[in-house]
Each structure stands twice: as C-alpha cells, then as structure tokens.
C-alpha cells in the first residue's frame, strides 16, 4: 500500500472519535494527511475550540517532517529545545512537539501518511490516532 485512501482517513477519524467516547474524553479533532504532508480528510467534534485544524495538522506533519512520532519531537525539543523551535519557522504545516501525531507506514515501513488528534491530554490525543489507525487496518509507525 502506497497511500492512505479517503475512505480509510474517514474510517481513521470515525474510530477515533469513538475511542475518544468511549474514554469521556473532550471533543476531539482529527487530520490525516498522505505521506508529502497534504491534507485528506479533517473533522472536528461539536464544541472544538479553534486552532485545532492547524494544531493537528501540525502533528502529523511535523512527524512526517521528521520521521518521527510529535512525542518523539517533544522528546527532542527537551534535548535540543533551540533546534525544535526553529521547525516552526521552516515547517509549511507546523510542528507541534506534543504527542497525537503517529506516523502510518506501508507494508515495506515506508510512511504512507500520518494521523494529527488533538482536544484532550495529548497521551489521550496519541490513543485516539492510534486507534483509528489500527480500525483503518493500518500500521503506526513503531
């Protein structure tokens, strides 16, 4: 598998926000973008606050950007806070260094897209995505 189709980031957002139900979590908000960052699907519960398109996306970017899960971006903006700061300003789509950005890979380990949640604790957000993934029958990355 080469990409993430859109009835697959549907079923990714539609899991997503039934694991955020399930845990009585706030309302959730859910991008998943292909593997050069672009947008394919977007949906944000009832009662979202604003920003949470672009603080999503810039999870999941920020990870394709840098080959990495945003947990591991905030893991690595403790070790090298200057470094990560100055993503923001070369990084098109953001880089949010919190976790809720997983990184989607193909059979091959390849990214093939990533999943940006955010609107509740960001180990939360990281649950969500990572259980929409799974529903979608796709992999995260690690």
Same mark, same amino acid.
């Given at each position: 598998?080469?990409? /993430?189709?859109?009835?697959?980031? !549907?079923?990714?957002? #539609? @899991?997503? *926000?039934?694991? +955020?139900?399930? $845990? ?5 908000? &859910?991008?998943?973008?292909?593997? +050069?960052?672009?947008?394919? @699907? *977007?949906?944000?519960? %009832? +009662? =979202?606050? !604003? $920003?949470? $398109?672009?603080? @999503? #996306? ?11 899960? =945003?947990?591991? /971006?905030? %893991? $690595? ?6 470094? &990560? ?19 989607? &890979? ?8 990533? &999943? +940006?949640? #955010?609107? %509740? #604790?960001? %180990? !939360? ?18």
């Amino acid at each position: 598998m080469t990409r /993430i189709s859109l009835d697959q980031a !549907n079923l990714i957002i #539609t @899991a997503a *926000f039934a694991k +955020g139900k399930e $845990l009585g979590l706030k309302p959730l908000s &859910v991008a998943v973008l292909d593997a +050069g960052a672009h947008l394919t @699907a *977007f949906q944000r519960q %009832d +009662g =979202s606050s !604003n $920003l949470r $398109l672009q603080i @999503a #996306t810039g999870k999941a970017a920020g990870a394709l950007a840098m080959g990495m899960s =945003s947990r591991k /971006i905030g %893991d $690595l903006a403790a070790e090298r806070p200057s470094f &990560v700061a100055a993503l923001g300003a070369i990084a098109t789509s953001g880089v949010v260094p919190t976790a809720g950005g997983v990184i989607v &890979v193909g059979s091959d380990g390849a990214a093939i897209g990533a &999943v +940006g949640v #955010t609107g %509740d #604790t960001s %180990d !939360n957000d990281e649950l969500c995505a990572l259980a929409g993934i799974a529903a979608a029958g796709l992999t995260a990355q690690g």
